[in-house]
């Protein structure tokens, strides 16, 4: 049984709780939620005077959208039914501000055997907004982290894996944005073959020393082998020193590297030859003419003239690549006929190829619009290679078709063919058919001729059968 003293203790308690608090607000209501008493705590906290919320409803201190959801309603049912209830939401502040509060309420009995809600309120607005500006932080490096490109893995200093970007799992994971639960050396063993990747990790932490720009070659989960430039830095946190990994992938930029250094190594190659004999015949003209060899002298000029054509119509295509390829070919379109067109690439071949002879069928005497000279030069490259390839053949048949609003012109030979693997490609940068590799040229020719025909918005085809020959195709609007 509570005595007189304990009576007095416990109203004593709450007379200093109520009166002289400074952190925790006090509502006292009735059980309809008409605010009966404030304290000094609450008026400091959210301006309201006696006079401002006393007979009101506290309902006043909810904002529009716990209104709509009768959040306090809900509340006041619950402590009338449990004795007690707690809430964690927003108040109205007189000025109509709000503040994010913690709060408890109870229902206590009074002397005279009436019932009370007494509400405890703390401001814990800072704190609030401290959480959400660290959840935002969070959210927002979270959103940095996934939109980056590079891989990026974070380990503690024992070599568990504690963050890794969604990168490193489309790279390294069945799952995404995982931080798998074993070791990063376990983990990172079936893709780092040799062990270097891992060693350098380990020997980082050992001996606290970072490294930037060092190349690994890593396997995926696919099984594609990818080169990595890596950067690894050891970082300093509340919780112990960590350790930065990025990943660059590197795979495209290297094979870029090995093309171009292979292309060089061609070049240099299929240069070498014809300058060589430039050089040779100049030798031999000096020797003749000391020794009054004129009819030497003159095969040789003829020899060198030709070398030196070939060193020219090499450089032109290697020119012609590189603005091409570099999205520079623009085309000068003018109107005229066709048939020019192919009286001026024939003649062009056989000058230059005497004992081969060229058909041409169908009817040449049509109006297009076009860039003149560089189908010339697609003609006279399709025209060239079919006697280049004509394995001895002595004929190649040009066949020009027309429908009134498309163009379409073919080359057939009789000569190597093409094997069924490498038609693929025929149309590539510096591609040369196996067997054609001791055979004069670069590999340029049907690769400008396909952007040149592309550029005239046309489509450009092969059919061949090897050891039977090959008809190339191109088809081209009659007006662009």
Not at 20 to 25: F, H, I, L, V
Not at 88 to 94: A, E, M, R, S, T
Not at 157 to 174: G, P
Not at 333 to 354: H, M, R
Request: hydrophobic fraction near 35%; include cysteine; aromatic fraction near 8%.
């Amino acid at each position: 049984m509570r005595t007189n003293a304990d009576s007095n203790f416990y109203s004593d308690y709450f007379e200093a709780l109520f009166t002289k608090a400074k952190q925790n607000s006090v509502l006292i209501l009735d059980e309809s939620g008409i605010v009966l008493k404030i304290n000094n705590a609450f008026s400091h906290c959210f301006g309201y005077a006696e006079s401002d919320i006393v007979g009101k409803s506290a309902r006043i201190l909810f904002t529009k959208d716990d209104e709509k959801n009768d959040m306090f309603e809900k509340e006041l049912s619950r402590v009338l039914s449990e004795g007690q209830s707690s809430d964690n939401n927003y108040f109205v502040n007189k000025d109509q501000t709000i503040t994010w509060v913690s709060g408890e309420s109870l229902l206590v009995k009074t002397n005279e055997g009436g019932k009370l809600i007494l509400k405890v309120v703390q401001d814990i607005h800072k704190q609030k907004e401290s959480e959400l500006k660290l959840r935002s932080l969070n959210d927002f490096n979270e959103s940095i982290l996934g939109s980056i490109e590079d891989a990026v893995i974070v380990l503690d200093h024992s070599m568990q894996m504690l963050k890794t970007n969604s990168s490193f799992s489309r790279l390294f994971s069945e799952s995404e944005s995982i931080v798998p639960s074993s070791g990063f050396s376990t983990f990172i063993k079936p893709f780092d073959k040799n062990g270097n990747f891992c060693d350098a990790i380990e020997d980082v932490i050992a001996r606290q020393k970072n490294f930037s720009n060092r190349q690994f070659e890593l396997y995926t989960t696919e099984g594609d082998k990818k080169t990595f430039d890596v950067t690894c830095q050891l970082m300093t946190t509340n919780g112990g020193n960590n350790v930065l990994i990025i990943l660059h992938n590197i795979t495209a930029y290297k094979q870029v590297e090995r093309e171009r250094e292979d292309i060089m190594g061609f070049v240099a190659h299929e240069l070498r030859n014809p300058l060589s004999n430039v050089i040779l015949c100049n030798e031999i003209i000096g020797e003749s003419i000391k020794e009054n060899r004129l009819d030497e002298v003159n095969e040789m000029l003829e020899r060198s003239k030709n070398n030196v054509k070939r060193l020219n119509k090499m450089i032109a295509e290697l020119y012609d690549a590189t603005r091409v390829n570099s999205g520079y070919l623009q085309l000068e379109i003018s109107e005229f006929n066709f048939k020019d067109v192919v009286n001026e690439a024939v003649d062009t071949v056989t000058g230059l190829q005497p004992a081969h002879h060229i058909s041409v069928r169908g009817n040449t005497n049509i109006q297009i619009k076009g860039d003149r000279y560089r189908l010339i030069q697609v003609l006279t490259n399709y025209l060239s290679n079919g006697i280049k390839y004509s394995n001895g053949q002595p004929e190649v048949v040009l066949t020009i078709e027309h429908n009134g609003h498309t163009l379409t012109v073919s080359v057939k030979d009789d000569g190597l063919g093409i094997s069924k693997d490498q038609l693929p490609y025929i149309f590539e940068r510096f591609f040369r058919v196996e067997k054609t590799r001791n055979i004069e040229g670069i590999g340029l020719g049907l690769y400008l001729c396909r952007q040149i025909i592309h550029a005239h918005h046309g489509k450009i085809w092969v059919d061949s059968i090897e050891g039977k020959g090959s008809t190339f195709y191109f088809s081209i609007p009659i007006g662009i």
